[in-house]
């Protein structure tokens, strides 16, 4: 199977995400970076979770008698399947709302990166970071190098992805979520 890839420009910004009010910048900074990271491999786990839940939901049959009527079901249930998204009932600081439109906002400390050596691009489903960074001199070598991977919801729009890098090397990734129904989908049967 071949992979589909497609870099994402990183557009500058003159904007800063660090409040310059304080004292204990990084300290906040550093501990910030850490729980985005810790949210990232949360939301990355949930998504795992229920990829794999909508494939054995959907390839093994249960039965259950119950009396209730449909009424009663359809208003404990919520909103129509096809009203209703995977996202519905994830509860993540990484999902944003505008309106009706969800996106996922992603950060990455890339501060120790000049713009030119970081690179954003999707392979597939996934979002990847990459920087590096090489300065030679005489008297001593330096070498960097960053990497990050984030599986994104199937559906996800890479050509809707943006990305923008503050003037304090914090790289913001956001993309549209898809508005995929439940994962079911009746298929008619021909006669």
């Known amino acids: 199977m071949a992979e589909t890839r497609r870099d994402i420009p990183i557009k500058l910004g003159d904007f800063s995400v660090i409040d310059t009010e304080f004292s204990s910048i990084r300290e906040r900074f ?13 939301f990355r786990s949930e998504l795992m979770n229920r990829e794999s839940n909508n494939f054995f939901r959907s390839t ?3 039965t259950s008698q119950s009396s209730n009527t449909s ?15 995977w996202y519905d009932d994830l509860n993540s ?20 990166y000049a713009p030119e050596e970081i690179v954003v691009k999707t392979v ?6 990459h920087a590096k960074h090489e300065e030679k001199t005489e008297s001593k070598s330096v070498y960097r190098e960053y990497n990050r991977e984030f599986l994104l919801p199937k559906g996800t729009n890479p050509e809707l992805i943006k990305s923008s890098l503050s ?9 549209p979520l898809p508005a995929i ?9 021909q006669h």
């Open 30 to 42: 550093d501990a910030e970076m850490r729980k985005m990271e810790e949210e990232m491999s949360k």
């Open 60 to 62: 093994t049959s249960t």
């Open 71 to 85: 009424s009663d079901l359809a208003h404990r249930a919520g909103p129509p399947a096809e009203l209703r998204t």
């Open 93 to 112: 600081p990484l999902i944003q709302s505008d309106g009706s439109d969800k996106s996922l906002k992603l950060r990455f400390d890339v501060s120790q």
């Open 124 to 129: 597939d489903n996934k979002l990847l970071v």
């Open 167 to 175: 003037k304090d090397g914090v790289l913001t990734v956001e993309a």
């Open 181 to 189: 129904a439940s994962g079911e989908k009746l298929i008619p049967i």
